[in-house]
Nanobody, 122 residues
C-alpha cells in the first residue's frame, strides 16, 4: 500500500524559510518521478515542482530561484526547501508520486499525501 506522509509545514513571516519532507512507503521510491503541488483557498491545485528519477527538476515560474526540490532515494524521502517565502505561497502543499504501471512510469501523479499547511504572513 503506497503511503506519502508530508511534514514540515507551519507559519512563517515573509522572507523566511521552511523545508517540507515527504516520506514514502509501499513502492519502489527511486523508480519514477515525484512532485510537490499546492492549493490555496479558493484556487485550483497547481504544480510547484517535480523531480524525475534521474534527478531532472522543473519548477513553476512563481517559485523559480526560491524553492529547491530534492530526493533521497536511500531514505525514500522527497524534500522541498522553500526560501524567501511570500504571502502568496500560503497554501496546502501536497506530495505526489508516480508509480510503475505496465513496466513504465505513469507520467502523472498516482498517489497523493494528505497535505501540509504553509502559512506566510506579512
Amino acid at each position: 500500500q503506497v503511503q506519502l506522509v508530508e511534514s514540515g509545514g507551519g507559519s512563517v513571516q515573509a522572507g523566511g524559510s521552511l523545508k517540507l519532507s515527504c516520506a514514502a512507503s509501499g513502492y519502489i521510491f527511486s523508480s519514477c518521478g515525484m512532485g510537490w503541488y499546492r492549493q490555496a483557498p479558493g484556487k485550483e491545485r497547481e504544480l510547484v515542482s517535480v523531480i524525475k528519477s534521474d534527478g531532472t527538476t522543473n519548477y513553476a515560474d512563481s517559485v523559480k530561484g526560491r524553492f529547491t526540490i530534492s530526493r533521497d532515494n536511500a531514505k525514500n524521502t522527497l524534500y522541498l526547501q522553500m526560501n524567501s517565502l511570500k504571502t502568496e505561497d500560503t497554501a496546502v502543499y501536497y506530495c505526489a508520486a508516480e508509480v510503475i504501471i505496465n513496466n513504465y512510469c505513469s507520467g502523472s501523479p498516482d498517489y497523493w499525501g494528505q497535505g501540509t499547511q504553509v502559512t506566510v504572513s506579512s
